[in-house]
């Protein structure tokens, strides 16, 4: 009887490892920008239904508290005022309003490596959040959150492939007066990164000075104009259905000053929306198409992210929950319905409940991610660094989800088939051959071309690991935040401009 033939080894199985991990790409596999759409939690007839109930409201109910200047204009429109005072918005105007709303455009960073194309179904992950704590690096508790938490994080996420743009994460609360929370946001976000940004602004009377930084950053007035690197993040609309006094201001001000807006709404289930999700997505999708309205009215086609965010109540406390499958499907239906109506589409994910690094963070984190990246959604917000149901940031998980947002996006890019992928020829190689795929230039070129390679997340067996120390990914986690904030980086702000800066405004981080 013969004997089965042996394979050869030859070098053994630390050369091969070696051989291999020589050979690990530096290339994104899968880089942000994937498209999704895949998962569709809500059918045609069921989007439709949303919609029409949504457009009833508008038309029915209408929006109270519009100042006069936004009744004026929409007035103007044919929009009406009832008999309560609330302003209705006629189907007709809605539709038209949508049909001349920006459906695409780029969202660009100072450096335009970092530029974003906005709309279809490509997905990109970034930040968002207004945490008032932080998880310290030292002790693993939570402390309010500071200027230099802000700082730190912007300079963090400046250099995670994964994570597109940087919309401040937490509240600077060693501010007290809102003009210096405003124009030390603004600072940190220049001064850290020149991927695109986001923040909040407080007042619409601190736009223009916000507007003048940008300007003097990127060399003179009107440049920010040209290339509108930051974008406004505002609510409109307090749920249920009323317009924000201070927040239209805002915006006003921003679309004179041509900064883009993600327009927030961020109702909750049970408390300022309804308990049922398909409620729930008729009212949210009604106060998104108000806060549409507000900005297209003012100028249409302007630069909008149509950011319908459902957000969650646990209805056993009140609390607010950022983990879990309700939120996820809500934020997925979210993405779903805006892509139908052709906007470019914003919801949140990632917004994990959890305090500590721990199995709750990540189970959280990845389930809502990939519900948000699989449905489409353009720009997923939330989704790095936010802990504790969205009141605490954390260093540690920056890094780690960036980690998984990197295997989102794998999941996204999907299978390529081929003759090259279907690899018939490698296969006949190896079975007339060695026996296996092992360092065969078929196996080399898929390494480099198909597969995201964790940095974090721990692949050695039990025996090496053990010997190593046996450290959890928490402790990895924070190794590489030190590692990184360590490193002070290229100077993003020259020091003359910086000087100048200075000069102006009441800048409290410490002159670099």
């Given at each position: 009887?013969?004997?089965?033939?042996?394979?050869?080894?030859?070098?053994?199985?630390?050369?091969?490892?070696?051989?291999?991990?020589?050979?690990?790409?530096?290339?994104?596999?899968?880089?942000?920008?994937?498209?999704?759409?895949?998962?569709?939690?809500?059918?045609?007839?069921?989007?439709?239904?949303?919609?029409?109930?949504?457009?009833?409201?508008?038309?029915?109910?209408?929006?109270?508290?519009?100042?006069?200047?936004?009744?004026?204009?929409?007035?103007?429109?044919?929009?009406?005022?009832?008999?309560?005072?609330?302003?209705?918005?006629?189907?007709?105007?809605?539709?038209?309003?949508?049909?001349?709303?920006?459906?695409?455009?780029?969202?660009?960073?100072?450096?335009?490596?970092?530029?974003?194309?906005?709309?279809?179904?490509?997905?990109?992950?970034?930040?968002?959040?207004?945490?008032?704590?932080?998880?310290?690096?030292?002790?693993?508790?939570?402390?309010?959150?500071?200027?230099?938490?802000?700082?730190?994080?912007?300079?963090?996420?400046?250099?995670?492939?994964?994570?597109?743009?940087?919309?401040?994460?937490?509240?600077?609360?060693?501010?007290?007066?809102?003009?210096?929370?405003?124009?030390?946001?603004?600072?940190?976000?220049?001064?850290?990164?020149?991927?695109?940004?986001?923040?909040?602004?407080?007042?619409?009377?601190?736009?223009?000075?916000?507007?003048?930084?940008?300007?003097?950053?990127?060399?003179?007035?009107?440049?920010?104009?040209?290339?509108?690197?930051?974008?406004?993040?505002?609510?409109?609309?307090?749920?249920?259905?009323?317009?924000?006094?201070?927040?239209?201001?805002?915006?006003?001000?921003?679309?004179?000053?041509?900064?883009?807006?993600?327009?927030?709404?961020?109702?909750?289930?049970?408390?300022?929306?309804?308990?049922?999700?398909?409620?729930?997505?008729?009212?949210?999708?009604?106060?998104?198409?108000?806060?549409?309205?507000?900005?297209?009215?003012?100028?249409?086609?302007?630069?909008?992210?149509?950011?319908?965010?459902?957000?969650?109540?646990?209805?056993?406390?009140?609390?607010?929950?950022?983990?879990?499958?309700?939120s996820s499907v809500l934020n997925a239906a979210s993405a779903q319905v805006s892509n139908w109506l052709g906007l470019p589409s914003g919801v949140a994910s990632s917004m994990a409940d959890a305090k500590a690094v721990d199995a709750q963070m990540g189970a959280e984190?990845?389930?809502?991610?990939?519900?948000?990246?699989?449905?489409?959604?353009?720009?997923?917000?939330?989704?790095?660094?936010?802990?504790?149901?969205?009141?605490?940031?954390?260093?540690?998980?920056?890094?780690?989800?960036?980690?998984?947002?990197?295997?989102?996006?794998?999941?996204?890019?999907?299978?390529e088939v081929s003759e090259e992928t279907l690899g018939l020829a490698a296969i006949r190689e190896a079975v007339t051959g060695e026996g296996h795929f092992l360092g065969g230039a078929h196996t080399l070129a898929a390494m480099q071309r198909d597969y995201v390679y964790?940095?974090?997340?721990?692949?050695?067996?039990?025996?090496?690991?053990?010997?190593?120390?046996?450290?959890?990914?928490?402790?990895?986690?924070?190794?590489?935040?030190?590692?990184?904030?360590?490193?002070?980086?290229?100077?993003?702000?020259?020091?003359?401009?910086?000087?100048?800066?200075?000069?102006?405004?009441?800048?409290?981080?410490?002159?670099?």
């Amino acid at each position: 009887m013969q004997q089965p033939r042996q394979v050869r080894r030859g070098g053994g199985r630390a050369a091969r490892v070696a051989a291999r991990t020589a050979e690990t790409p530096a290339v994104n596999a899968a880089p942000p920008g994937q498209v999704g759409g895949h998962y569709r939690p809500l059918a045609e007839p069921d989007i439709r239904a949303i919609y029409d109930t949504a457009l009833t409201i508008l038309a029915e109910l209408g929006m109270g508290g519009a100042p006069p200047l936004l009744v004026e204009t929409a007035f103007a429109r044919g929009a009406e005022v009832t008999a309560a005072g609330r302003l209705a918005f006629p189907r007709a105007l809605v539709e038209d309003l949508v049909a001349g709303a920006a459906k695409r455009f780029v969202l660009p960073g100072r450096d335009p490596r970092h530029d974003i194309e906005v709309g279809d179904d490509r997905v990109w992950f970034g930040t968002g959040g207004a945490a008032v704590r932080t998880l310290d690096l030292d002790t693993g508790r939570y402390r309010p959150s500071t200027l230099k938490d802000l700082h730190d994080f912007t300079r963090l996420a400046d250099r995670l492939a994964n994570v597109s743009w940087f919309t401040r994460c937490c509240v600077a609360t060693d501010l007290p007066d809102i003009r210096d929370l405003d124009i030390n946001t603004a600072y940190a976000l220049v001064s850290g990164t020149t991927k695109p940004v986001g923040t909040s602004i407080t007042l619409g009377a601190h736009v223009d000075p916000i507007v003048d930084l940008f300007d003097m950053v990127l060399g003179g007035a009107g440049r920010f104009r040209e290339r509108p690197f930051c974008k406004a993040h505002i609510s409109p609309v307090v749920s249920p259905l009323r317009y924000g006094e201070d927040a239209v201001e805002v915006t006003v001000a921003c679309i004179r000053r041509g900064m883009p807006i993600n327009c927030i709404i961020a109702a909750q289930s049970g408390a300022t929306a309804p308990a049922t999700l398909a409620g729930f997505l008729a009212q949210s999708l009604a106060e998104t198409l108000a806060g549409l309205a507000l900005v297209n009215l003012f100028q249409p086609g302007y630069p909008m992210i149509f950011s319908n965010w459902p957000l969650v109540i646990d209805l056993r406390t009140g609390a607010f929950a950022g983990g879990g499958g309700e939120s996820s499907v809500l934020n997925a239906a979210s993405a779903q319905v805006s892509n139908w109506l052709g906007l470019p589409s914003g919801v949140a994910s990632s917004m994990a409940d959890a305090k500590a690094v721990d199995a709750q963070m990540g189970a959280e984190k990845a389930l809502s991610a990939l519900a948000a990246g699989l449905a489409g959604a353009n720009m997923v917000y939330e989704s790095a660094g936010m802990m504790a149901s969205l009141l605490g940031a954390s260093f540690e998980a920056f890094v780690l989800d960036d980690e998984m947002l990197g295997h989102v996006q794998r999941i996204l890019r999907g299978v390529e088939v081929s003759e090259e992928t279907l690899g018939l020829a490698a296969i006949r190689e190896a079975v007339t051959g060695e026996g296996h795929f092992l360092g065969g230039a078929h196996t080399l070129a898929a390494m480099q071309r198909d597969y995201v390679y964790p940095a974090l997340a721990d692949r050695d067996p039990p025996d090496l690991w053990g010997a190593k120390g046996a450290p959890d990914i928490w402790q990895r986690a924070r190794d590489k935040v030190r590692t990184l904030l360590n490193d002070p980086g290229p100077v993003l702000v020259p020091p003359d401009v910086d000087a100048r800066i200075r000069d102006r405004y009441r800048i409290l981080y410490p002159d670099r």
